[in-house]
């Protein structure tokens, strides 16, 4: 041990953070094993002593001290070995702890290689899993491709850090706004709830703690900029931004959107609501194979039947049959507009005050017909005679 390797434990102190204490005793644990393994003589009176300032070995076997000349090459090639097993695992352990601390975040990386299924990400210092489990089916990566994901986990193993990613979790859609509003990570609007079919469609609740803040506006950016990034990177899946609301009716109003709801019926007791929609509107409200109402249901916590809305009763039998004679009968019957004296502005002041049919104007007083507008005493007497007469001829 000399100055040059003291000079390569500070260089490796400052610039990959392995403190010299860790190295100055894994190297005395390696010479002292090397010593015995060399002296071979009393092994359980040897020890081994670096002077941390000369770096100085000092060896003694008993009370009797060995000469550096015995030992110095072997010490030298010793020191090296240990120095470079404990480079490497102390990089694997700064590793560990670094993205250990990024867990729950989103990290970018390169496709390396693909493994049984598996997508392998090299992240630049190491590499890092995307399961398939965790990837979103419709999703096509090839060698290179540059690919973002959300960090869920890291694991200790003999080979190194496993990290694990997702694209597949609905934490990576709130950690994506997040990065695309700034209201999300001040922390004036909160997404209160996520409902996701990867690839497919997502619905996200958000909810603003300033009344002067639209949380929907506010994630939907302007003209859709910010939400459009967002099903950029998810490469076109549909994504839906709701008012949270604490009223379970007003919630589920908007988490049916765009569908319009008729009317609401709520079971608390075992959380099951029934949603009545107009014809029109049930298609939408239940969405492509289901989808919009099983994305409501996961996004509120609620069980939702969803179902039309009821056909008017039908009429009695008798009452229409009565209804139809009647039109019938009012056909069959002369207008009030041929009667003489009944002019285009006379009928509808006749029909007005009660006399729509030729037996009332002809059962009319003439003093009752005089006081309607329009109508004389003579012309009250040639109405009433026409409709007599009409009728009559009726009659006949």
């Not at 959300?150 to 709130?174: A, D």
């Not at 029109?280 to 289901?290: P, T």
Request: net charge positive; charged share 35%.
């Amino acid at each position: 041990m000399n100055n040059e390797i003291l000079n390569i434990l500070d260089s490796l102190e400052r610039e990959r953070g392995i403190s010299k204490e860790i190295l100055f005793e894994a190297i005395e644990s390696a010479l002292l094993s090397a010593a015995r393994k060399i002296l071979g003589r009393d092994k359980e009176n040897i020890s081994v002593k670096v002077d941390k300032e000369t770096g100085e070995i000092k060896v003694t076997s008993g009370r009797k001290k060995v000469r550096s000349e015995e030992f110095g090459r072997i010490a030298a090639q010793t020191a090296k070995q240990v120095i470079i097993q404990k480079i490497r695992e102390a990089e694997k352990d700064i590793i560990y702890e670094d993205y250990t601390k990024k867990v729950t975040t989103i990290t970018t990386g390169l496709v390396h290689r693909f493994e049984k299924g598996n997508i392998i990400v090299d992240l630049g210092k190491t590499e890092a899993i995307l399961p398939r489990s965790e990837q979103v089916s419709k999703e096509r990566y090839k060698q290179g491709d540059r690919i973002r994901a959300y960090i869920m986990e890291t694991n200790k193993t003999s080979h190194g850090p496993q990290i694990v990613l997702s694209r597949k979790s609905p934490e990576f859609i709130k950690k994506l706004f997040e990065l695309e509003v700034p209201e999300i990570l001040e922390g004036i609007v909160e997404i209160r709830a996520i409902a996701r079919e990867d690839g497919e469609r997502t619905k996200v609740a958000v909810y603003s703690k300033d009344e002067k803040i639209d949380p929907v506006g506010s994630c939907v950016g302007m003209r859709g900029s910010r939400v459009k990034d967002i099903v950029r990177e998810l490469h076109g899946e549909r994504i839906d931004i709701v008012r949270w609301s604490d009223d379970t009716r007003t919630y589920l109003k908007n988490a049916l959107s765009p569908a319009e709801i008729s009317k609401i019926n709520i079971d608390r007791e075992h959380k099951r609501i029934e949603a009545i929609l107009k014809d029109d509107q049930l298609s939408i409200g239940i969405g492509k194979h289901g989808q919009n109402v099983r994305l409501a249901s996961k996004l509120i916590g609620w069980e939702i039947d969803i179902r039309g809305e009821e056909p008017p009763e039908k009429e009695p039998k008798v009452e229409k049959a009565a209804a139809v004679k009647k039109e019938k009968e009012k056909e069959k019957a002369p207008s009030i507009s041929k009667i003489k004296g009944v002019g285009k502005k006379t009928e509808p002041v006749l029909i007005e005050a009660g006399f729509d049919s030729l037996s009332k104007i002809a059962a009319a007083d003439v003093k009752e017909l005089t006081k309607l507008e329009g109508i004389g005493k003579k012309g009250a007497e040639k109405i009433i005679a026409s409709a007599k007469e009409m009728l009559n001829n009726g009659k006949r």
